[in-house]
C-alpha cells in the first residue's frame, strides 16, 4: 500500500462530473414523465403490496446495482404506491402539491447540505432563514417577532408549549412539571388537532394537562366555555399554562375567535398561542388576511408553508414575540460547537439541534411571486372549494360547514348511502381523493382544495365520483 496516497473515493457513492451530469438530466426527464402520468392516472395506490414485499426482500444489498435501474425501479414504485398529491383531483388532508420554486429549492439545499445548528458554520442559511420569519411575523402584525423554522406544526406547537410552561414558572427548566403547585393545563377546542395531545406527553405535563374545551355548534371555540374550563381547574388547585386558538381547524377548516381567546388570555395572565398551521397562509392574500384579526395578540403561531403555501414537506414555523424566552427555554452549552452569537444560533432557540436548511423553500416561492403571488394562489383554493360547492347543492347535497379556508364538509343526499361508505367508493375508484371526518359528531364528506394546478374539469370529475350510483 502507498502510504502517500488515499484510495481513490467510492464511484458508486461519488461519481465522475461527467457521470453526475448525465444520470441528473435522465432523472430530470423520468420525473417529468411520471409527473405528467400522475396528474392523469389515478389519485389513489394500485400497487400489489404483497408483490412489493417480495421485491424488497430481493434487496439484500450484497450485490451492488446500478443507480439508473435503482432510481427507475423507486420511480415506478412511488408511482403506483402512494396516494398522489400532485394529481389535482387530491382533495384530501393538507397536503399539496409542491411549488416549482420549493422543488429548485431542495435540489440546491441537497447539493450544499449545510447544518442550521450554528451561525458560525452556516451563516447565510441562519440569516436567509432569519429574514423569512421575520418577513411573515411582520405579515402577521409581530413587527419584532422572531422564531424558526420546524419540521412541522406537531414541532412548533410542542415549541409553543415548552415556552407556555417556561414564562409560567421560572424552576421548570430545571425542575420540569413539578415545579408546579397543582397540575399544569392547557386549553384548545374539541376540534383542535389531535396532535396536542402527543404533545402534552412528550412535554412532561400528560395527556390530563390538555382540556379540550367545546364549540360553539360551528365547529369553534365556545369563549364562555373556556372561561368555565380555566375557572373550574383554578378551583381544583390546577395550574392554567396556555390557551391554544386554532386557525384552521383540520375537520372543518374553522377559526377560532382569535380576539375573544386572546382577551381571555389575556385577563387569565395565560400564554395564547395561534395554531394557524392551514389558515395562517391567509396572511399572503390582501383580501383574506383579515379573517386572522387577533393573531397579532398571540405570544406566538405556528404556520405550515408546507401546507397551503405548498413548499415541500416538512417546513413548518414558530413565530413568537418573546425572543428572549426562546432563548431560556431552549439554553445549551457546548465546547465543540463553534457557536460565537448565541441570541442567533438555531441550536440555542429551538428543539432541533442538527437540522436542515428549510427556510429556502419558502423565501424562493415568496421571492418568485410575491406577496400578490401566493396570495393569489391562497384565494384560487377559495375559488376551487366555492365551484365544488355550487355543483353539490344544486345536487342536493347540503353543507356542514361554513370554512372561508378552502374546507368543504358536506352530507349527501340520502339515496347515496352513509359517508363512510361513498367515501370509500370515491376514494377505491382512484378518480378523486376526499375524506370522511367528524363535524360537530356527524359524519361528513370533507373538501379540500389542496392542488394550485386543480382545474373546473377536474371539480367536475369530483363531484361526478360523489354523485355516481352504487
Known amino acids: 500500500m502507498n502510504r502517500n496516497a488515499l484510495p481513490s473515493p467510492i464511484p458508486a457513492l461519488f461519481p465522475r462530473t461527467e457521470e453526475r451530469a448525465r444520470v441528473d438530466a435522465w432523472l430530470t426527464a423520468e420525473l417529468e414523465g411520471a409527473l405528467s402520468r400522475i396528474q392523469a392516472g389515478p389519485v389513489t395506490p394500485t400497487i400489489d403490496m404483497a408483490a412489493f414485499r417480495a421485491e424488497l426482500r430481493g434487496y439484500d444489498f450484497d450485490t451492488p446495482r446500478p443507480l439508473e435501474e435503482l432510481l427507475r425501479w423507486s420511480l415506478e414504485r412511488l408511482e403506483h404506491g402512494i396516494v398522489q398529491m400532485a394529481n389535482p383531483r387530491y382533495f384530501g388532508l393538507f397536503n399539496p402539491r409542491a411549488a416549482f420554486p420549493a422543488?429548485?429549492?431542495?435540489?440546491?439545499?441537497?447539493?450544499?447540505?449545510?447544518?442550521l445548528a450554528s451561525s458560525a458554520s452556516s451563516p447565510v442559511p441562519v440569516e436567509l432563514e432569519r429574514h423569512v420569519i421575520h418577513a411573515i411575523a411582520q405579515r402577521a402584525g409581530l413587527p419584532d417577532g422572531t422564531g424558526h423554522f420546524a419540521t412541522g406544526g406537531s414541532e412548533a406547537n410542542y415549541t409553543a408549549l415548552l415556552c407556555a410552561l417556561t414564562a409560567a414558572h421560572p424552576a421548570f427548566a430545571s425542575g420540569g412539571a413539578r415545579a408546579f403547585p397543582g397540575p399544569p393545563?392547557?386549553?384548545?377546542?374539541r376540534e383542535c388537532h389531535i396532535a396536542w395531545l402527543k404533545i402534552a406527553h412528550q412535554s412532561g405535563v400528560g395527556r390530563?394537562?390538555?382540556?379540550?374545551?367545546?364549540?360553539?355548534?360551528?365547529?369553534?371555540?365556545?369563549?364562555?366555555?373556556?372561561n368555565r374550563a380555566i375557572a373550574e381547574d383554578r378551583s381544583t388547585g390546577a395550574v392554567p399554562v396556555m390557551v391554544v386558538a386554532t386557525a384552521g381547524t383540520t375537520a372543518g377548516g374553522m377559526i377560532d375567535p382569535l380576539q375573544?381567546?386572546?382577551?381571555?388570555?389575556?385577563?387569565?395572565?395565560?400564554?395564547?398561542?395561534?395554531?394557524a398551521a392551514w389558515g395562517g397562509a391567509a396572511l399572503a392574500s390582501d383580501r383574506l388576511r383579515g379573517l386572522l384579526s387577533g393573531i397579532e395578540r398571540a405570544d406566538s403561531m405556528?404556520?405550515?408553508?408546507?401546507?397551503?403555501?405548498?413548499?415541500?414537506?416538512?417546513?413548518?414555523m414558530f413565530i413568537t414575540r418573546h425572543a428572549r424566552l426562546v432563548s431560556e427555554a431552549f439554553h445549551a452549552s457546548a465546547s465543540f460547537m463553534p457557536s460565537s452569537v448565541s441570541t442567533i444560533d438555531p441550536y440555542l432557540n429551538s428543539v432541533q439541534w442538527s437540522r436542515r436548511f428549510l427556510g429556502l423553500r419558502l423565501f424562493l416561492a415568496l421571492g418568485a411571486a410575491g406577496w400578490a403571488g401566493l396570495g393569489a394562489h391562497v384565494e384560487r383554493s377559495v375559488e376551487v372549494i366555492e365551484r365544488a360547492k355550487e355543483r353539490l347543492v344544486a345536487l342536493g347535497w347540503s353543507v356542514a360547514n361554513d370554512s372561508p379556508l378552502a374546507v368543504l364538509d358536506v352530507i349527501p343526499p340520502a339515496e347515496l348511502g352513509d359517508v363512510r361508505a361513498l367515501v370509500g367508493r370515491v376514494v377505491a375508484s382512484g378518480r378523486a381523493w376526499v375524506a370522511c371526518t367528524a363535524f360537530e359528531g356527524r359524519d361528513v364528506v370533507r373538501i379540500c382544495a389542496t392542488n394550485g394546478q386543480t382545474s373546473l374539469l377536474d371539480i367536475d370529475a369530483l363531484v361526478a365520483a360523489l354523485n355516481a350510483v352504487r
Open 302 to 316: 405556528t404556520i405550515d408553508a408546507h401546507k397551503w403555501l405548498a413548499t415541500t414537506m416538512g417546513c413548518a
Open 185 to 189: 393545563k392547557l386549553y384548545a377546542s
Open 208 to 226: 390530563s394537562a390538555l382540556r379540550l374545551v367545546d364549540t360553539d355548534g360551528r365547529g369553534r371555540m365556545e369563549p364562555r366555555a373556556l
Open 260 to 275: 375573544a381567546c386572546a382577551d381571555i388570555a389575556q385577563t387569565e395572565r395565560l400564554w395564547y398561542h395561534v395554531d
Open 103 to 115: 422543488l429548485c429549492a431542495e435540489r440546491v439545499t441537497n447539493l450544499f447540505n449545510p447544518q
